[in-house]
């Protein structure tokens, strides 16, 4: 209702479609992301086996006949697991970013709306975690929770929220002043209606962007975290991959090289996404970024 | 400064011999008789740092190598294991195998300028190592007596036949001591520590922490004219891949153990200025497995472990996951230990039978294919023992069982294996030489102890194995105990305790100029007083 009407043109359909695709390298990061999103879905199609059977000999370079992209130390075929980890890269991507959105919206929320001492501990609260290294604190938090899929998603949205709840927290101070805000203090609704129903979605655009960049970031973590060795042993993740093949770098190219590959691509394909994005829901902001 | 250079030299002069070597004509080229002269200094990797040299206080394995050129023990042994005099010139075992006695050198010299007699064997054995060496320990309580007959005569009076009491005099086993230095006070404060006293042909310099261990050449070495290097330089390299250039680049001219990573291998050995060997590591004789938690179903079910033992590729294993390191094990006792009994039950690579035993055990496949789902817990101990995982967890799987692999850190897999928290793991022991060192601990009924790592933490129990065991450790006949010791084996294979996988081998890379490194059945650990280098 009152969000609705502040800014009409955001709402239709084909202004954001137009506004994002004046962006050609969002158009071209959005495609890319189909295809990787479709590649997860029907990996199962595409690699009836596991990524971890032994398909192939050992070693097989790429190009060769059972293993297109090479195999791996014990005769794993690279394109399978490429295939299989998009899910799981997606998959951590998304939930842990979902997480992160969750809380840092819901804190962020609570501390705008109410500022005060709430505010203040709130975000007392929040510099508490930005203190600390993301990616240490990421490390400490698989490692004494032993990796498992449930303990990465959590690691990387209790690392990831922070930056959210000072986005929400900033958008809310500053809508709860306005005067649809004051109108319907004075009709009487109650403050989680009004932080639900008229500040929230139109706090929306701004988080949106900073969500769909902080997936890219998710993947990057849990890439680096399974790199490490801190993965979940039984999924097969692209930063397992090229962890497992860093010490035969000098043997087998491509046995890291592939899935690097699909970790620079899927990143900035969502970067690319997260900026269109920002050019269509900002619109003001886009137009001065780029005169 | 001096010798930094030296070093800088020497790496130079290493790389110009590389590309000397590298024709291969000169590599296969028979060893020309070349007079053993002296000079030549050796740089030799030591990883981790050794927390102190002290080879009575500590023998973890570098320290081992380090203290190993300071220290020297009664004996050693060559590459089948049998006695050779070191500090011992001659010894005698009585017919009942209750007496041993030992002649000692009698020109040999702690580093201060004290004579080495009977006094300090029977100080080391009877006092310091009973006191801080576990292993010396267990061996020397057989003891009733150890007496000094005179000043090179040591008499050691056992309660019984103990059949491994010859097995137990090389320097990690059994260091000599100076009792004038540590008799009567806290050996662990001891301030001479810091600067060890040995009878060794080398003696200790300079330790720069992190940095390196500086030994040199003890000119008055009881063998006359030996040693040959003036010098010994352990250095510390913690980073694997720092490692395996220092080998490439020749400013190191050893490694040993697992200083380079097995993926690393095949390349390094095909280097020109280096040597590679297997040898030297017959007293250690390490033994790998999958360790089973023989109380937790279906693993109790001695045929679900021989499935496991049909369904695993253990040449894959040794070929694609150790590069080439390693034989095959057939049994628990490796086949370089004594009373190794080759004629036991074979379990070939079989995925048919595997499921046949599978069936038979009464576990049929379910509406997924999966027969049993079991837990395995990986060894934290680097990138090839992940693979192992893997690789067991596929292979288990064409048979219909499923494995979950999980993992922790080092001091949550011993915590968790030795307090019996776990499905399957990864494992490998030492042999140290004869069944009784290191075979029967972790099989024998009476050392399931909680808590207590590399003990019986399957949890099996067998009398029959029990009692073979003890047997043959109490004779010191050969043949008797070899029938012992070959029954126990055949038991043990039939009822699988563990799944044996490899015998592993160590690769030890050493500079084609030097000579003699590698010698005894304790390889890197001896005391390199042979060592000579080749001057172009």
Sequence with gaps: MTAAVITPSRRKGSGFWRAFARNKGA??????????VLMAIFA??????SPWDMTAAPFEPPFSEDALLGSDTLGRDIAAGIAHGARVSLLIGLTSTAVAVLIGVCLGAVSGFYGGWVDDAVMRFTELF?????????VVLVAIFTPSLTSIVLAIAIVSWPPLARLARGEFMSLRSREFVQAAVTTGQSNLTIIWRQILPNSLSPIIVSASLMVATAILLESSLSFLGLGDPNLMS?????????TVIRQAWWMSFFPGIAILLTVLALNLVGEGLNDALNPKLARKGRA | MSNRLRYIRQSLTAAALAAALATPALLSAPTVAVAQERG?????IVQPEPPILVLGLNQQGPTQTVAGKIYQGLLTYDFNLKPQPELAESWEVSPDGKVYTFKLVKNAKWHDGKPFTAADVVFSTSKMLMETHPRARAVFAKAEKIEALDDYTVRFTLKEPFGPFLQSFEVSSAPMMPKHIYDGSDYKANPANATPIGTGPFKFKEWVKGSYIHLVRNDDYWKAGKPYLDDIYFRVIP????????VEQGTVQQTQFNDIETFDVPRLKSLPNVEMTTKGYEFFAPLSWIEINTRNKPLDDKRFRQAMMHAIDRKFIRDKIWFGLGRPATGPVNSVTRFYEPGVKKYDFDPKKAEALLEEAGYKKGSDGTRAKVKLLVMPYGETWTRLGEYVKQAMKRVGVDVTLETTDSAGWVNRVSNWDYDMT??????????ALGVSRTYVSDNIRKGVMFSNTMGYTNPEVDRLFAQAAQTNKDEERQQLYSAAQKILVEDVPVAWLLEMEFPTFVDKRFKNAITTAIGVNESYDSVYMVKK
């Design chain 1, 27 to 36: 158009v071209l990061g959005l495609v890319f992301l189909l295809l990787v």
């Design chain 1, 44 to 49: 199962d199609v595409l690699f009836p086996t």
């Design chain 1, 130 to 138: 930005q203190t600390i290294p993301n990616f240490v604190l990421a």
């Design chain 1, 238 to 246: 692209w930063g397992y991959m090229v962890g497992a093949a860093r």
């Design chain 2, 40 to 44: 030549g200094t050796m740089n030799i």
């Design chain 2, 239 to 246: 980073d694997a891949a720092s490692r395996a250039v220092a």
């Design chain 2, 426 to 435: 990864f494992n490998f022991v030492y042999q140290y030489g004869d069944p």
